[in-house]
């Protein structure tokens, strides 16, 4: 018979103050490296990694299920799906580590409201005006306050008291070399516009990757972040952007193709990063999940519990499986309709930064989610 409590807690999963001891504040100059990939729009986790060895999930999802059987079986409950090949060799290396049935605090099924509250870490929506992320800058030495977002403007996760940057790829042809010169001739007698202009610049030839390329997603945009992060001057946690993930109808290959660019994303940051990959975490999340079964076109609805990720070279004890699974039964669903929460996304995520990082795990919580209870 199916165990509810299937639970398995250990390295950079396990929570509470007892898989930390002695921890205190990050030490200086850690040179530690965090990646946030917000997967925007829901992605369905029972899809990513799907619980095969619940008898309910293909009952409940019938022929449309099949393709989960293909995939890369990582225990007796749960298999990844086929097209996470890079993920599925990271979990191999214990450089990967999964959680299911996790949600934010939040119960409804906006996305505006629900990718606010994964944001901010608040208890209600727009319930904060700085993230998260920006607040994991100001437990930080100075030297790894560094924080960066691909994306055309600071997004919510990354505001707070430590100014963070953006950079996303220029969609217009580049300029030629003559103008470039004459705009650095120009703005040199200007301190501040000069000093802009130097950093912008910098910036751009740390990406590297070319912006068509890099636009595309996946690769190349693992490729270019990587080169953000690199160097003294390299940003030290970085937050993404990734779109696609709204499956209302046609899932299969939509979903294929988002998990497919994500995969790749991960794969690339591993290769572009080279040794630094030893000192990197990289967390994927969603801001809800979505409808135990199928709907009319093909697709799903959005739901509530999905599933998270961690990848990295600091991965403690990695190629773990944390669930406790709540089933997928009709009379075991939230409101008859979603998988049930049983995890917290703010536990989740403050766990595992607290163990990335050195930090007391109760202070960590308590500074990135002060809202949690």
């Given at each position: 018979m199916l165990n509810r409590r299937y639970f398995v807690t250990s390295g950079v999963l396990g929570l509470g103050v007892a898989a930390f001891p002695g921890a205190g504040w990050a030490a200086p100059g850690t040179n530690q490296k965090f990646v946030f990939i917000i997967q925007r729009g829901a992605a369905d986790g029972l899809a990513t990694l799907a619980p095969t060895g619940d008898p309910d999930f293909l009952r409940a999802r019938g022929d449309l299920a099949a393709e989960a059987l293909t995939g890369t079986k990582l225990d007796d409950m749960f298999t990844l799906h086929p097209a996470m090949t890079e993920s599925t060799k990271l979990f191999g290396l214990k450089q990967a580590s999964f959680a299911h049935a996790l949600a934010s605090s939040y119960r409804e099924r906006s996305h505006f409201d629900a990718q606010n509250i994964l944001e901010s870490g608040a208890g209600r929506p727009y319930g904060r005006d700085d993230g998260w992320l920006g607040r994991l800058l100001t437990l930080l030495p100075r030297d790894d306050a560094k924080g960066l977002a691909v994306a055309p403007s600071v997004p919510l996760a990354l505001r707070g008291p430590i100014?963070?940057?953006?950079?996303?790829?220029?969609?217009?042809?580049?300029?030629?070399?003559?103008?470039?010169?004459?705009?650095?001739?120009?703005?040199?007698?200007?301190?501040?516009?000069?000093?802009?202009?130097?950093?912008?610049?910098?910036?751009?030839?740390?990406?590297?990757?070319?912006?068509?390329?890099?636009?595309?997603?996946g690769a190349a945009l693992g490729q270019m972040t990587a080169g953000l992060m690199q160097g003294p001057n390299g940003a030290r946690v970085v937050m993404l952007e990734t779109n696609g993930w709204d499956t209302h109808f046609q899932q299969k290959g939509r979903l294929n193709g988002a998990l497919k660019q994500v995969d790749a994303l991960i794969g690339s940051l591993r290769d572009s990063l080279g040794s630094e990959w030893q000192n990197t975490l990289v967390m994927v999340a969603t801001e809800f999940g979505r409808t135990v079964a199928f709907n009319g076109t093909g697709g799903t609805d959005h739901g509530t519990a999905?599933?998270?990720?961690?990848?990295?070279?600091?991965?403690?004890?990695?190629?773990?499986?944390?669930?406790?699974?709540?089933?997928?039964?009709?009379?075991?669903?939230?409101?008859?309709?979603?998988?049930?929460?049983?995890?917290?996304?703010?536990?989740?995520?403050?766990?595992?930064?607290?163990?990335?990082?050195?930090?007391?795990?109760?202070?960590?919580r308590a500074s990135l989610f002060p809202d949690f209870a």
């Open positions: 100014a963070a940057n953006s950079y996303a790829p220029s969609r217009i042809p580049d300029a030629n070399a003559d103008l470039m010169a004459r705009l650095t001739n120009l703005y040199a007698e200007d301190a501040q516009l000069s000093a802009l202009w130097s950093g912008a610049q910098a910036t751009e030839a740390m990406a590297g990757t070319s912006a068509d390329q890099a636009l595309k997603g999905s599933a998270a990720m961690l990848f990295g070279g600091a991965l403690a004890n990695g190629g773990n499986i944390v669930a406790d699974w709540p089933g997928l039964k009709a009379s075991q669903l939230y409101e008859g309709r979603d998988l049930k929460p049983t995890m917290r996304f703010e536990q989740f995520a403050s766990d595992a930064l607290a163990r990335h990082y050195g930090l007391d795990p109760a202070r960590t």
